[in-house]
């Protein structure tokens, strides 16, 4: 799988978006783009996916660039339970294909 | 929401012993997974499970490690003799088909002593 490069940490105030962007370069054609996020050692939560197009879900939005070389994950009102690790990552979109986890952007939101 | 559930929570181990993590699966789910995460490392691959066979494994997940499930429901992790190194988060996950995401598990944190 391709590798992602992601900021180390980042800061947002509660109720402003969060944008936390996500680097993928040499991203194939068949990878998609994965968000996930560990909050305090729990077990990683899915977000939301894309191939090419933007997405939204519930939780979240995503945007991916054009030439699918970068994409922005979005969190519209970010609240203190949303002080998380996040994770992009990118995987052909197989079942039984394995998540390769890098180290994540430590998200701190604040009062 | 279905969820992935996994137990005990927290394994206590002397090194040397057998121990077997225990992971229920979404139940519809067909493709199974285990990870594990030493303290303040990344979260790591180690093999994933189909149609009763291991799909892929990493380096990790040497002849100590052994996968199985043994009924419908369960998804078990075996660890056959275990070292220090072994302490960690381990993660279920399950994922139904392609296309969808993969669910976890709030983990077992194995401690060996």
């Known amino acids: 799988d391709a590798k992602t490069t992601q900021p180390t940490s980042m800061d947002c105030a509660e109720g402003r978006a969060a944008n936390l962007p996500c680097n993928h370069s040499t991203i194939s054609g068949n990878e998609y783009v994965y968000w996930y996020r560990q909050i305090h050692s729990q077990g990683p939560q899915y977000i939301i996916h894309g191939l090419k197009n933007n997405e939204t879900n519930e939780m979240a939005s995503l945007i991916i660039t054009e030439d699918r070389k970068s994409s922005t994950l979005i969190l519209p009102h970010a609240t203190l339970r949303d002080t998380a690790v996040y994770y992009c990552?990118?995987?052909?979109?197989?079942?039984?294909?394995?998540?390769?986890f890098g180290g994540g952007t430590r998200l701190m939101v604040k009062p | 929401e279905p969820e992935v559930t996994q137990t005990p929570s927290h394994q206590v181990t002397q090194m040397g012993q057998e121990v077997i993590l225990r992971c229920v699966p979404i139940s519809n789910h067909l493709y199974f997974y285990w990870y594990r995460q030493i303290l303040g490392q990344k979260v790591e691959f180690l093999v994933s499970f189909y149609n009763n066979e291991i799909s892929e494994k990493s380096e990790i997940f040497d002849d100590q490690f052994s996968v199985e499930r043994p009924d419908g429901s369960n998804f078990t992790l075996k660890i056959r003799s275990t070292k220090l190194e072994d302490s960690a988060m381990y993660f279920c996950a399950s994922e139904l088909a392609t296309g969808q995401p993969q669910h976890f598990g709030d983990g077992t944190r194995l401690s060996i002593l």
């Open positions: 990552i990118v995987r052909v979109d197989n079942a039984g294909n394995m998540l390769t």
